[in-house]
C-alpha cells in the first residue's frame, strides 16, 4: 500500500487541511500519516473571527525522531499550512531526513487569498516559504501565493505567456515542477497550470469557471494532485482530476447555503474521487 505524510494544521471546524487531506488521500486509497503542526477552532478565513490557536511546533522533532527510529518511510510528503517561520524551518529539516530518490515532496505554499495574505502572514514567511519550495518536486500555489513568492503584484488579469513565464520563474526557485491554481483568462474557464521543468513541458486544465468562491478548494486540489502522483498518474493526469474534482466539489456546494459561507461539500463527491483515481 502507498503511503504518505501530510503536515499542517487541524482546523477543528471549517474543512480546511488536515480535514480535507486525511479524508481526501485516504479515500484515494493511499494511507495518510499526519502531523499536526496547530489547532485551531476554526479557519482564519473569511467568516471566522476570535478563532484559537495551539502551536504544536514542539511536538515536530519528537514525532519525527521516533519515526526515525522506527524506520518509517513515505511515498509523498505532503505540506499545507504551517504557522511560523520556525516551524517551516523544521519541517525543512523533516523533508532532509525523510525524502528519497524514489519519494516526493509536496509543498502547497498557503500564504493567502485574492491578492493578500492570510491573518499573520508576511513578505518575511513568505521569504522562509520560498526556502522550502526549493526542495519540493511540486509545489501548488494560487495567483496570490506565486504573486508573494516571486515578489511581483498579484494580478488577476493575465494571459498564457504570463502564466508560463512565472511557471518558468517558480521553477527557477529550485522545485522540478510547479503548479498554479485558480487559472482563469478571463473566459468561462478555471483550472490549473504546471510545468515539467525536467521535460520542459506546460499542462493546462481548465474547465467550467463556477463564479462562485468557497473556501478550501486550495487544500482539495492539492490533496487530489498529491494522492494521484502518489498513485502514479502523470502531471498532466493528476492535474485534469485534480481540476475535475475539486469543480465537482464546488458544484455540490452550490445548493448547501448552510455551509457554502465557510467550507466546501467535498464529502458528496468522495465516490467520484475514487473512480477518478482508477481511470
Ligand atoms: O485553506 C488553507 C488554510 C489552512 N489552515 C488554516 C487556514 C487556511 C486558510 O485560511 O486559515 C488555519
Not at 499536526?36 to 515536530?60: C, E, M, Q
Not at 516559504?129 to 526542495?135: H, S, T
Not at 478571463?186 to 463564479?211: C, H, P, T, V
Request: one cysteine or more.
Amino acid at each position: 500500500m502507498k503511503r504518505a505524510v501530510t503536515i499542517q494544521d487541524i482546523s477543528c471546524f471549517g474543512k480546511c487541511s488536515l480535514t480535507v487531506a486525511l479524508p481526501v488521500i485516504s479515500a484515494m486509497g493511499i494511507e495518510t500519516a499526519v502531523i499536526p503542526t496547530a489547532v485551531l477552532s476554526t479557519h482564519t478565513g473569511t467568516g471566522f473571527s476570535g478563532y484559537t490557536f495551539r502551536d504544536l511546533t514542539d511536538d515536530i522533532v519528537p514525532v519525527s525522531e521516533h519515526w526515525k527510529k522506527l524506520g518509517l518511510s513515505f511515498d509523498a510528503l505532503y505540506t499545507g499550512y504551517l504557522g511560523s517561520k520556525k516551524q517551516v524551518e523544521i519541517i525543512s529539516e523533516f523533508i532532509d531526513d525523510f525524502s528519497t530518490e524514489s519519494n516526493v515532496t509536496v509543498v502547497d505554499p498557503v500564504l493567502g487569498d485574492g491578492g493578500r495574505y492570510y491573518a499573520g502572514f508576511d513578505d518575511e514567511f513568505a521569504a522562509e516559504m520560498r526556502k522550502l519550495c526549493a526542495k519540493a518536486d511540486y509545489i501548488i500555489p494560487n495567483m496570490t501565493e506565486v504573486s508573494f513568492l516571486l515578489g511581483i503584484p498579484y494580478t488577476d488579469t493575465y494571459d498564457e505567456d504570463y502564466i508560463k513565464d512565472k511557471l518558468v520563474r517558480l521553477a527557477e526557485i529550485g522545485c522540478r515542477t510547479p503548479v498554479i491554481t485558480g487559472v482563469n483568462f478571463g473566459d468561462n474557464r478555471q483550472g490549473a497550470a504546471a510545468y515539467d521543468s525536467e521535460r520542459k513541458e506546460f499542462y493546462f486544465s481548465l474547465e467550467e469557471n463556477i463564479q462562485r468562491t468557497v473556501h478550501g478548494t486550495g487544500d482539495i486540489f492539492a490533496s487530489v494532485f498529491t494522492g494521484a502522483v502518489v498513485l502514479g498518474k502523470t502531471v498532466e493526469r493528476a492535474l485534469d482530476i485534480a481540476v475535475k474534482y475539486t469543480v465537482d466539489c464546488i458544484r455540490a456546494t452550490l445548493p448547501e447555503a448552510d455551509e457554502m459561507w465557510y467550507g466546501t461539500c467535498f464529502e458528496l463527491c468522495l465516490g467520484k474521487l475514487i473512480e477518478y483515481a482508477d481511470e
